[in-house]
């Protein structure tokens, strides 16, 4: 039975890279990624422009997520860890040409972040897939924050970077609503387990909202057995609330 949500003036929503990157025929295509679309507009009209947010994923060439920034022989997804690297000898031998770290800094970033999963190129600069889906115009938004721009840093979640450190996004939010500060925070998009997830546990945990993820409007990038249950075994201890798109309606 679901449940009715009103929708109102301490709300906001954050669209999480909705980008073609992350739909069939994308770099990092997500299943049925697509059919999101529909969904996110709807959501979207029960917000009013000064309570939309986004986020869209953008990386150089050479960046240390991606699998092409590495000579070895390596496949895409591939989970890159710390114990794997920290005996590396060699920087040309293990990293292309064009990749935009050294192996020191390689292995910094992984003793700090664990892991790194190796994905194909995708959102890359200057490309018609690092934007926004073209049903979608960044004027429809009060703020995008583009994320995944440092070279040696991945970046899933909206707020803070897989180092830890801050975005741009929650300063925006704060500053737009000054005089009636936001409670609770709806997100969606691409994907469910990676960016979605990060994005808010990092608001629930981190950065004081009262998180909806709102699932239907959401798609999972990986599917080993027990991925989507630690996942929400995950978005469960951190208070991460769990609603379908019919269940929120306009105040």
């Known amino acids: 039975m679901s449940r009715r949500i009103l929708i109102g003036e301490f709300d906001i929503v954050v669209a999480v890279d909705v980008q073609k990157t992350f ?3 994308g770099g990092l295509p997500v299943t049925d990624g697509d059919k999101i679309v529909p969904i996110v507009r709807k959501i979207l009209e029960l917000f009013p422009k000064e309570r939309r947010y986004a986020t869209k994923d953008r990386h150089r060439r050479g960046h240390i997520c991606l699998a092409s920034s590495y000579n070895w022989k390596v496949e895409p997804y591939t989970l890159l860890t710390y114990d794997v690297v920290k005996h590396w000898q060699g920087s040309e031998e293990r990293l292309a040409d064009h990749a935009r770290f050294t192996l020191e800094e390689l292995k910094d970033y992984l003793s700090i972040v664990g892991f790194q999963v190796l994905w194909p190129d995708h959102g890359i600069e200057g490309t018609q897939e690092a934007e926004l889906h073209p049903e979608f115009s960044e004027d ?6 583009v994320k995944g721009m440092d070279d040696i840093c991945d970046s899933y979640g909206g707020f803070r970077d897989n180092r830890g450190r801050k975005t741009g996004l929650k300063r925006k939010i704060r500053k737009q609503h000054r005089e009636k500060p936001i409670r609770r925070l709806f997100c969606f998009g691409l994907a469910f387990d990676y960016c979605v997830a990060y994005t808010a546990i990092d608001a629930a945990t981190k950065e004081g909202f009262e998180v909806y993820i709102v699932l239907d409007a959401t798609r999972s990038v990986m599917n080993p057995p027990g991925h989507y249950e630690e996942i929400l075994l995950k978005l469960q201890a951190a208070n991460v609330h769990l609603v ?8």
């Open 140 to 145: 429809e938004f009060a703020h995008v924050e």
């Open 23 to 25: 739909m069939p025929g």
């Open 244 to 251: 379908h798109s019919d269940d929120l309606v306009a105040a």
